[in-house]
């Protein structure tokens, strides 16, 4: 797909007639539903995150937040728990503790990858002996320290679900992001590195958690429409064995993740090359910090997101900021800003009587960082409108809107 001849979108799906022709053959199939194509995405998916020989159990739902409350549910948290994450995410990360009626504790990011700071982490943990899980996110596709997270939680028990929403494929050298701690939850939503339109995987390598969130995932049932509809068994019967939810994944979407996945390596590069470029462009241009590469190689970064940052911490910081988007909106180009820290969303300020200073990485952050247009198919002209309009940007004067001191 092409973005049309003047405004360059933030992102764009890759969408080609591979993934038109795998949706039209189950449109034609008869069965719409989640069937044997939603099966054959987990079966490859599993394989291709697996660490060699493992057993992984991957489980293929509408979205990552349906993913986030079902992988909450199955370690058991519930009221009067305490789930940590970090503020810098969008809400579906905590909002889904909420769900269960736990209560959040925010922990701020650290600046070497805006993930959550095991520094700080270690604090939290050290005072609430209520905590029964922790959400590290791997912001913009970058894997936290999931070394330093591990040693914290394994010792106390705590359950480690990564939200590998932006992570996919992130490969670092312990295994892939979403693989490394009790459960991890990806997403396929549009702009997201593969794609289902809406959608999303699980992937554990305990069999009681998948057990539990399989049930969990479809009504409670104690078994799956597919399996009722090949089952030698009376097709008319199941059970309802726990009040469960509706968050299975229809072949229609399936059959788009197929394709996705066989090309996702293909469609990671791209983004890693656009990054280089990006980085090579804008090193040395004064008012602007590069975004975060991490330690681990080209491979282990899955630059779903890339967040330039305005350099500075004063309090001109964010207008400087908010004058680059209108620069790139002026140049025809769309960009967007990651994340408003949910400690200054109305609902988390209020219930936990935050202010914009409770965590001021995470607000300087969101205070200085546009990301920008990074999709696989852009191109160069799309990828030279885009350096430029920054380069222009950051040679204008202050005064006119720009970043030169
Ligand atoms: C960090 C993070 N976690 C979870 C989600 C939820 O993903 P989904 O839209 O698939 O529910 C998002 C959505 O963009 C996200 O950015």
């Known amino acids: 797909m092409k973005a049309s001849s003047d405004f360059i979108p933030f992102a764009l799906p890759h969408i080609g007639v591979e993934e038109e022709e795998a949706v039209l053959a189950v449109l034609r199939s008869g069965w719409l539903t989640t069937g044997k194509v939603a099966?054959?995405?987990?079966?490859?998916?599993?394989?291709?995150?697996?660490?060699?020989?493992?057993?992984?159990?991957?489980?293929?739902?509408?979205?990552?937040?349906?993913?986030?409350h079902l992988?909450?549910?199955?370690?058991?948290?519930?009221?009067?728990?305490l789930v940590v994450t970090s503020p810098y995410t969008f809400t579906s990360t905590a909002a889904?503790?909420?769900?269960?009626?736990?209560?959040?504790r925010f922990c701020d990011v650290g600046t070497a990858d805006y993930n959550l700071d095991p520094s700080q982490l270690?604090?939290?943990l050290s005072a609430e002996p209520k905590?029964?899980?922790?959400?590290?996110v791997h912001i913009g596709g970058l894997p936290c320290d999931m070394d330093a997270i591990l040693a914290l939680c394994r010792p106390r028990g705590i359950a480690v679900i990564e939200d590998a929403a932006h992570a996919f494929p992130s490969r670092t050298k312990a295994g892939f992001a979403g693989t490394l701690g009790d459960i991890g939850v990806y997403s396929f939503y549009a702009t997201k590195t593969m794609t289902t339109g809406e959608g999303g995987m699980i992937v554990t390598a305990n069999a009681a958690y998948a057990k539990r969130m399989t049930t969990m995932r479809l009504h409670g049932f104690d078994r799956e429409a597919w399996d009722r509809y090949t089952s030698k068994k009376a097709a008319w019967y199941y059970e309802v064995v726990e009040a469960g939810y509706k968050y299975n994944l229809p072949d229609i979407l399936a059959a788009l993740g197929r394709v996705q996945l066989a090309k996702a390596d293909r469609l990671r590069d791209e983004r890693v090359a656009i990054s280089d470029r990006y980085n090579t462009a804008f090193s040395g241009l004064p008012g602007l910090?590069?975004?975060?590469?991490?330690?681990?190689?080209?491979a282990a970064h899955a630059w779903h997101l890339y967040a330039l940052r305005v350099s500075g911490s004063d309090p001109g910081t964010r207008g400087r900021r908010d004058g680059l988007i209108e620069a790139l909106s002026a140049a025809g180009i769309g960009s967007s800003v990651h994340f408003i820290p949910l400690h200054l969303m109305p609902y988390y300020a209020k219930r936990y009587s935050l202010s914009p200073s409770s965590f001021p990485l995470a607000l300087a952050k969101f205070e200085s960082s546009v990301s920008l247009p990074i999709w696989p198919g852009m191109g160069e002209t799309a990828?030279?409108?885009v350096i430029d309009a920054v380069s222009t940007w950051a040679a204008t004067p202050r005064s006119q809107g720009g970043a030169d001191a």
């Open 383 to 385: 990828m030279m409108r």
């Open 96 to 104: 889904v503790a909420r769900h269960l009626g736990a209560e959040l």
């Open 131 to 136: 905590v029964k899980a922790v959400i590290p």
């Open 39 to 68: 099966r054959a995405l987990e079966a490859e998916f599993a394989a291709f995150v697996a660490p060699s020989g493992a057993e992984l159990h991957a489980l293929a739902v509408n979205s990552a937040t349906s993913g986030l």
């Open 122 to 124: 270690e604090r939290i």
């Open 289 to 298: 910090a590069l975004p975060p590469r991490g330690t681990g190689g080209s």
């Open 71 to 81: 992988a909450l549910e199955a370690v058991g948290v519930g009221a009067g728990d």
